[in-house]
C-alpha cells in the first residue's frame, strides 16, 4: 500500500492519492472527518482553525460506502483559499502589492527550501513544508484505521509532556486514557499536568514565544508477526520511526523503554516471556510490543518529541536573501503550540504503517481473502 500527497496551504486543496487498499472495505465518511477534526483541535492553535472545517471529499475508489481495490483520492479544501485566491493562483501574473518572503524563519525549511529550488520568495517553500499537508496524512490513517478496526486493532495516543510539564498520573485502561485524552484541551490524559500545559502555553504565548512537547501512540490488538528481521527496511520499527519522524517538527522518536534502556542494565530492560495457558505474555513491556523488527503480540508503545513551532512572534536574527542584511525572521501567522494535534497525526501515521505491515502479511485483495490469511494464521499461532 503506498499513498503520495499533493497540495499547497494556502492552495485550492489537499489531495492524497492511496493506492493497494483492498476491496470491500466499508468505510465512512464520518469516521474520516471525526479524525480531520480531532487534528484541528487543541489548546494554543491560532486563528486559522478558525477559518478551516476540514471534511473529506472522496473522488475515486469508494462506491456505497465500500472499497473498490482501485485508488482512492481523498480532496481536503482549504477554506482559506478564497482569501488567497490571487496570491496562490496558479495562472496569470503575480498581484502589483503581493507581498514576498526573504527573511527565512529559523527552524523551517525557508532557508534550505529557497537555495534548493532557487526560489525568491519564500512562500513557494512554505506553502508546501506547512503542517497543513498533515490533514491528507490524517485523511488516510483514518482509512486505514477502518481496516485496522475490522481486525480488533485499536490505535490511541496522549501528550505526555509539553515543554518542562510531565503527566504524571496515567489511567489502567486504554479506554479511559483514550476518553480522557479526547476530553482535554492538551489531549493530556493527567488533569493537573494539563492545567500545567495550558499555563505553559499562555506565557509563550505573552512572549512572543512557542512551544513543543512529546506524545505517546499505543497500538492494541496487533498479532505476533508483523514486520520482519529479514531486511531492514523491513522492520516495523524503522517504519514506524520514519513515518513519525516525517511528520513537521518531529526531532525524536523511541519505542518502550527507548533512551531510557540505554541507561540501565539489559536484566532491567528485557520482558520476562510467560506462558498464560493459551498464549504467550510479557510481565512488563519495555520493548514496546517490538522484538527485532517485529510485533510480540503486546501494546506497540512509541514516542515522538516535537521541537517548537518555528515561528516566532518575537523573532530570532535571520538574513534577508534580497539585501543579505541581518533582519528579524519573517512572521506568518501560525499557532503557538501544535502538540495536540501532532498527536492525532501521529495516530493516524502509526495506523497507517501498521495496515500496511498487516497487509503484507495477511496479503489479499479484498477483505474477504485477507479475513481467510488472518484466520489460517490465528489457528496456526495458537498451536504454538
Ligand atoms: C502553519 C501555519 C498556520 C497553521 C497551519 C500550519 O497556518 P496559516 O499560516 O494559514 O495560519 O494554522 O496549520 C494548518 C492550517 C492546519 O490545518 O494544520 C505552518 O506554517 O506550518
Redesign the pocket.
Known amino acids: 500500500m503506498r499513498y503520495l500527497s499533493a497540495g499547497e496551504?494556502?492552495g485550492p486543496a489537499l489531495t492524497v492519492v492511496i493506492d493497494g487498499f483492498p476491496s470491500n472495505v466499508t468505510i465512512r465518511k464520518e469516521k474520516i472527518d471525526e479524525q480531520l477534526r480531532r487534528?484541528?483541535q487543541g489548546y494554543g492553535?491560532?486563528?486559522?482553525?478558525q477559518?478551516?472545517s476540514?471534511e473529506v471529499q472522496v473522488t475515486s475508489g469508494i462506491r456505497f460506502g465500500k472499497t473498490l481495490g482501485t485508488p482512492i483520492t481523498l480532496v481536503v479544501q482549504?477554506r482559506?483559499f478564497k482569501n488567497w485566491s490571487e496570491k496562490m493562483a496558479p495562472f496569470g501574473d503575480k498581484p502589483e502589492n503581493l507581498r514576498e518572503i526573504y527573511r527565512p524563519r529559523p527552524g523551517?525549511a525557508d532557508l534550505a527550501g529557497a537555495i534548493k529550488y532557487d526560489h525568491e520568495d519564500i512562500r513557494n517553500v512554505?506553502e508546501r513544508?506547512?503542517?497543513?499537508n498533515?490533514?491528507t496524512l490524517v485523511a488516510a490513517g483514518a482509512l486505514a484505521r477502518q481496516l485496522l478496526e475490522h481486525f480488533g486493532i485499536q490505535v490511541a495516543a496522549h501528550v505526555v509532556e509539553l515543554c518542562d510539564v510531565k503527566a504524571a498520573q496515567f489511567p489502567d485502561t486504554l479506554e479511559e486514557l483514550e476518553a480522557r485524552a479526547n476530553a482535554s484541551p492538551v489531549r493530556c490524559a493527567d488533569e493537573a499536568a494539563a492545567e500545567q500545559m495550558m499555563a505553559r502555553i499562555d506565557e509563550a504565548k505573552a512572549a512572543g514565544d512557542t512551544v513543543g512537547g512529546i506524545f505517546e501512540v499505543i497500538v492494541r490488538g496487533c498479532p505476533i508477526g508483523l514486520g520482519s528481521y529479514a531486511q531492514p527496511d523491513r522492520k516495523l520499527d524503522g517504519r514506524l520511526a520514519a513515518a513519525l519522524m516525517s511528520i513537521?517538527a518531529i526531532k525524536g522518536v523511541e519505542i518502550g523503554l527507548g533512551f531510557e534502556a540505554a541507561r540501565r542494565m539489559g536484566s532491567k530492560v528485557h520482558d520476562p516471556i510467560l506462558y498464560s495457558g493459551t498464549r504467550y505474555v510479557r510481565s512488563h513491556n519495555g520493548a514496546g510490543g517490538l522484538e527485532g523488527g517485529v510485533t510480540n503480540g503486546e501494546d506497540i508503545v512509541i514516542r515522538a518529541a516535537m521541537k517548537p513551532?518555528?515561528?516566532l512572534y518575537n523573532p530570532l536574527p535571520s538574513v534577508n536573501m534580497k539585501t543579505k542584511e541581518v533582519e528579524p525572521a519573517a512572521i506568518?501567522?501560525?499557532?503557538i503550540c501544535?502538540l495536540p494535534?501532532a498527536s492525532v497525526v501521529g495516530e493516524n501515521v502509526v495506523a497507517w504503517v501498521i495496515a500496511d505491515a498487516f497487509l503484507e502479511k495477511f496479503a489479499g485483495d479484498s477483505l474477504e481473502q485477507i479475513e481467510d490469511a488472518f484466520q489460517a494464521y490465528q489457528a496456526r499461532v495458537s498451536q504454538r
Open positions: 496551504s494556502h487534528r484541528q492553535r491560532g486563528y486559522r482553525q477559518i478551516e476540514d482549504n482559506d523551517h512554505l513544508a506547512s503542517a497543513r498533515t490533514a513537521q513551532i518555528s515561528t506568518e501567522r501560525s499557532d501544535a494535534a
